[in-house]
C-alpha cells in the first residue's frame, strides 16, 4: 500500500492528472503505462494502457495522452497494412473517446484536426476520398476556426480543395473563397507570433539578455514564422495559374453586382486582383471605389492610391497613401501598409521616399527583415550616382550589406537570402588591396545624394 501512495504522490507530481477514483490497479496500471512511455518502451506500455483504457477511461486524461503516443509508435512499426489499419482506426477511436470523457479538455481544433491528417495521411488504407476528409476539415474549421492552427493541416485542407476544384467538384468561387480564408488564417497566426517576438527583438535590441524562458520561446515563434512562410508558398504553388487574371476577371464580373455592397467580398477581390497584377481591367477601378465607399478605411483608401498610382496620378496617389498610413491603427498592420508603400515608391524609383515607409516599416514591425533588404537592394542600385569616386561608389555596398545583414539578423525566414544578398554586396565593396592602396582604412566616407549616410572604411586584418 506504502508503494501504491508513493506513486501517486509521483504521478502527481508529474501532472499526470488523476481523477478522483483510488482503484488500486488502475494506479498501478497507469504508473505502469507511464514508466514505459518515459522509457520508450511503447510495446510493454500497451497492454496495460489498454486494460486501464477499457476499465475506467474516466480515470484520467493521461490515459489519452499517453495512449497517443503509444498508438503512433504501434502504426509507425506495425507489421502488415491490416494490422497499420486497425491502429490508425485505433487512434481515431482514441481521440472520440477523449472528447467523450474529457471535452473541456480535448480543443476542437487541435484534437479533431489530428484526426483528419491521420485519415489523411492514411487514406489508402482506409479508403477515404478526398471530399469525405475535406469535409472532416471543414467540419472542424466551421466549428473552431481559432483552435484550427496547424500548419501543416492547414495547408492540407487547402490542397484537398484545389484537388476537388481539378475533378470539377467545387466551383472556382469556393476555391479562391477558400484560399482566402486560409491565407487570413495563417496571416492571424504570423500576426500573432511576430508581435511576441518583436517584444523580445526589442529586448534584445536594446541590450537586455533574455532569459531561458525567453529564449525558448524566441526560437519557438522563430520556428512558427519559417513553417508558415512555407505553408503561404506552397499555397501560392498549389493554387498555380489557376488563379490568373483570365479566370478571375470573368468570375467577378459575373458576381459583382451580387456583391458590390459586401465589404468583405470587395475586398479579397481586390486584394487578389491587385496582388495577381489584374489592375488594368475596367473592373478594378470599379471595385476598388465600390471598396472604398462601401467601408471606407485604411485599406480602401490604399486600394484607391493604387488605381490612381496606376494610371499616372502620382501626387493624388500619395495623398490617399498617406491617408492609409494614417488610419491604421494596428501597429502590425501599419508595418505591413508601410512596407507596400515603400515598395511601389521603390519600383518607381523614389527612392528616399521609399526608404522612409521602410524604415516606418521595420520600426513598427522588427521581426520582419524585407524592409532591409529592400533598403539594400535600392543602396546598391544607386552606388554608380551617389559616389563621387570610384573607390566612394564601391563604398556604397558596405551600407548595402550592413542593411542587408540586419535582415538575416531580426528574421529567421530571409537568413539565407541575407547571406547571399551580403555576400554579393561585399563582393562589390572595396578589397583589402584597394584600401590599402587607398590608404584610408578606419576613414568616414560621406555618401551623398537621396543615401545621405556615411560609411567607416574597414581596417584591414
Not at 46 to 63: C, L, V
Not at 73 to 94: G, T
Not at 220 to 249: P, T, W, Y
Request: net charge negative; charged share 30%; with cysteine.
Amino acid at each position: 500500500m506504502k508503494k501504491n501512495i508513493t506513486l501517486l504522490f509521483s504521478l502527481l507530481f508529474l501532472g499526470v492528472g488523476l481523477g478522483f477514483s483510488q482503484n488500486e490497479q488502475d494506479i498501478t496500471d497507469l504508473s505502469l503505462v507511464d514508466q514505459y512511455v518515459k522509457a520508450k518502451n511503447f510495446d510493454a506500455a500497451y497492454e496495460p494502457f489498454m486494460k486501464i483504457r477499457q476499465r475506467n477511461p474516466k480515470y484520467s486524461r493521461a490515459i489519452f495522452t499517453l495512449g497517443e503516443d503509444i498508438l503512433e509508435y504501434k502504426i509507425e512499426k506495425a507489421a502488415s497494412d491490416a494490422d497499420k489499419k486497425a491502429f490508425v482506426e485505433d487512434q481515431i477511436k482514441l481521440y472520440e473517446e477523449r472528447f467523450e470523457h474529457f471535452a473541456s479538455e480535448t480543443p476542437v481544433g487541435l484534437y479533431q484536426t489530428r484526426s483528419c491528417q491521420l485519415m489523411y495521411e492514411n487514406r489508402e488504407l482506409l479508403g477515404k476520398t478526398d471530399l469525405e476528409l475535406y469535409e472532416c476539415f471543414d467540419a472542424v474549421y466551421r466549428a473552431d476556426k481559432a483552435g484550427f492552427s496547424n500548419p501543416k493541416s492547414l495547408y492540407t485542407y487547402f490542397s484537398l480543395m484545389v484537388d476537388l476544384y481539378d475533378a470539377g467538384k467545387k466551383p472556382a468561387e469556393e476555391l479562391f473563397s477558400k484560399y482566402d480564408d486560409i491565407a487570413e488564417k495563417i496571416a492571424e497566426e504570423v500576426k500573432d507570433n511576430s508581435e511576441k517576438l518583436n517584444v523580445l527583438i526589442e529586448k534584445e535590441e536594446a541590450g537586455t539578455e533574455l532569459n531561458r524562458r525567453d529564449g525558448l520561446y524566441k526560437r519557438q515563434h522563430e520556428s512558427f514564422l519559417r513553417v508558415f512562410d512555407q505553408v503561404s508558398s506552397s499555397m501560392d504553388s498549389k493554387l498555380g495559374s489557376r488563379a490568373n487574371c483570365e479566370n478571375l476577371i470573368p468570375l467577378y464580373e459575373k458576381n459583382y453586382e451580387a456583391n458590390k455592397t459586401d465589404a468583405v467580398w470587395l475586398q479579397r477581390a481586390v486584394s487578389r486582383l491587385f496582388n495577381k497584377e489584374c489592375t488594368e481591367d475596367p473592373l478594378y477601378e470599379k471595385m476598388v471605389k465600390a471598396y472604398d465607399e462601401t467601408a471606407p478605411s485604411s485599406d480602401t483608401k490604399y486600394f484607391v492610391g493604387t488605381v490612381l498610382w496606376s494610371n499616372g496620378k502620382e501626387n493624388e496617389a500619395l495623398d490617399y497613401f498617406t491617408q492609409a498610413f494614417e488610419l491604421q491603427t494596428d501597429t502590425y498592420k501599419k508595418g505591413n501598409m508601410a512596407y507596400r508603400i515603400g515598395s511601389i515608391l521603390k519600383n518607381k524609383g523614389r527612392y528616399g521616399q521609399a526608404r522612409d515607409y521602410f524604415r516606418q516599416s521595420s520600426k513598427l514591425n522588427p521581426s520582419n527583415g524585407n524592409p532591409y533588404l529592400q533598403i539594400a537592394s535600392m543602396y546598391a542600385s544607386s552606388a554608380n550616382s551617389c559616389g563621387d569616386s570610384v573607390f566612394n561608389k564601391q563604398a556604397v555596398y558596405w551600407l548595402a550589406a550592413e542593411e542587408a545583414r540586419k535582415a538575416g539578423r531580426v528574421d529567421p525566414t530571409l537568413a539565407g537570402r541575407s547571406k547571399q544578398a551580403v555576400d554579393s554586396y561585399i563582393g562589390r565593396a572595396p578589397s583589402k588591396e584597394d584600401i590599402f592602396n587607398k590608404g584610408n582604412a578606419g576613414e568616414t566616407i560621406r555618401i551623398g545624394c537621396w543615401i545621405g549616410a556615411s560609411v567607416t572604411v574597414p581596417a584591414i586584418q
